[in-house]
């Protein structure tokens, strides 16, 4: 069921929300979803976070790592399920389909970086009294919004021996959290009188850590050297270990409903967890496919897709390679066929009409909350610089499939034309020639620390990316 031509006032009385068909036992399965995915990113906030659980999840459904497999010489066919891993923040799962692979892959894509505040490389220090972190911000953020929250800080620390620890602080219930501070209403006056953009400044995203001093009261930096101490009992580490850290300070707590209704989620990186996570589990339910399906979770989507572990990088083309060649059917012409051949879901969020906010959205071309799953033909910026733009024949393509399927469905843009824009991995993908579309949740409060999507969406967007790996 589509909602293709109608907007606004019309759009709620010709085809009402997704909850209207989900009643009972089926009512019950939107919910039961998206309390598992409440579990998953309230415990997933880094991108090595969420790799690391989905190649646990795959692994109990019977998937194998690619790099054994090809140690092994092993031969794969029809049935398959593999998983690669890049750096453990990359991931492509695979079901290996019957048809040749020349004849193209059914692909839905997203990323599992969201923005936060990442420690520098020397970032410790006191003043005043209190230790504190210097942080750079990472992605698109509102500085402002980050300031007076609970925080907590996530991530790894590499030893020069090469050994891991893993740091979590601030989630448990027992744990302290840290956080930035904000000017007194009292004080404020000139802040007040600065643009929303300049009102807390990048250099200005401290985390407080702690105040009280240890040692010698003659000695320098008293407090710091006690939040070292901290650090090295409960972790190990040392100052010089910061420079080996990728370390990131993200909202402390977990996903809660949202709603008296209970009908939305808040929680912190909806964008793009939500769709990487219902593109998994749109995944899990393949077994034997005619064309091999493909999930793909990318970093770096939120700056700019670069490095060795962004949708750049050459990893998915190398391990196309890889996979055609354990199927014994690799040549350099039948790889750029299956990328050619192949057709994609850019599994990224798009913007949800907002009552509050309703001047930046065009009415008859936006997605709201609990209307399903939401395809943004193109993204980009003013005369959609930067975006892909999606064939129509690709797009009728998916009408059929999801009409077949029962998925509730609505198309949107980014926002008024000139009001601003985004972009996603799409374009990448679509140089291979592929057709590519981006399709994903709405959100309230994209980019925020604390984002807002309906359960009916989440719910409705796997069933639309498991339609698209059946019937592509």
């Not at 993200?250 to 990487?276: Q, T």
């Not at 998994?280 to 493909?294: G, H, Q, S, Y």
């Amino acid at each position: 069921m589509s909602m293709e031509g109608v907007r606004g006032e019309d759009l709620e009385k010709t085809y009402g929300y997704v909850w209207d068909k989900y009643t009972g036992e089926k009512l019950d399965q939107v919910f039961a979803f998206s309390e598992d995915y409440k579990e998953f990113i309230s415990k997933c906030k880094t991108e090595r976070e969420c790799i690391a659980e989905f190649i646990r999840l795959a692994e109990e459904k019977g998937y194998r790592d690619l790099a054994t497999l090809i140690e092994e010489k092993e031969v794969l066919k029809p049935g398959d399920k593999v998983y690669a891993n890049n750096a453990g923040k990359t991931l492509a799962l695979f079901v290996i389909g019957s048809q040749p692979m020349e004849k193209g892959l059914r692909i839905i894509g997203a990323h599992v970086d969201s923005p936060r505040l990442d420690l520098k490389q020397n970032p410790l220090y006191e003043d005043s009294g209190l230790a504190l972190f210097k942080t750079h911000y990472y992605g698109g953020v509102k500085k402002y919004q980050w300031v007076t929250l609970p925080l907590a800080i996530h991530g790894v620390v590499v030893k020069k021996d090469g050994s891991l620890v893993d740091v979590v602080i601030g989630e448990d219930e027992d744990d302290p959290v840290v956080g930035i501070t904000d000017l007194l209403i009292h004080l404020a006056a000139d802040q007040m009188d600065k643009k929303i953009s300049k009102a807390i400044e990048g250099e200005d995203l401290n985390v407080s850590l702690g105040s009280i001093p240890v040692g010698d009261k003659e000695d320098k930096a008293r407090v710091k050297k006690n939040i070292l101490r901290l650090l090295n009992e409960k972790y190990g580490i040392d100052e010089e270990d910061f420079v080996s850290a990728e370390l990131e300070v993200v909202p402390a707590g977990k996903a809660k409903d949202y709603g008296l209704d209970r009908s939305m989620v808040m929680g912190y990186g909806h964008d793009d967890r939500v769709c990487a996570y219902t593109s998994f589990k749109a995944l899990m339910d393949m077994e034997n496919p005619d064309k091999t399906c493909v999930a793909l979770m990318v970093d770096k989507e939120e700056i700019g897709s670069v490095g060795a572990t962004g949708m750049t990088s050459r990893f998915f083309e190398n391990t196309m390679a890889e996979i055609m060649n354990l199927t014994g059917d690799y040549s350099e012409l039948k790889l750029r066929r299956c990328l050619a051949n192949s057709k994609m879901l850019s599994g990224d969020v798009s913007v949800a009409h907002d009552p509050n906010h309703p001047s930046v959205t065009e009415p008859r071309n936006t997605a709201y909350l609990g209307k399903g799953m939401t395809f943004n033909k193109y993204t980009g910026v003013r005369g959609k610089s930067g975006s892909n733009d999606a064939n129509p024949e690709f797009m009728a393509q998916l009408r059929a499939i999801m009409e077949k399927h029962d998925v509730m469905w609505q198309t949107s843009e980014l926002g008024k034309v000139d009001q601003g824009g985004g972009g996603t991995i799409a374009y990448i993908l679509a140089e291979y020639g592929m057709d590519v579309i981006d399709c994903g949740v709405a959100l309230h409060n994209m980019h925020a620390p604390w984002e807002v999507a309906s359960k009916a969406d989440i719910y409705e967007t796997m069933r639309g990316y498991r339609a698209f790996l059946l019937e592509a």
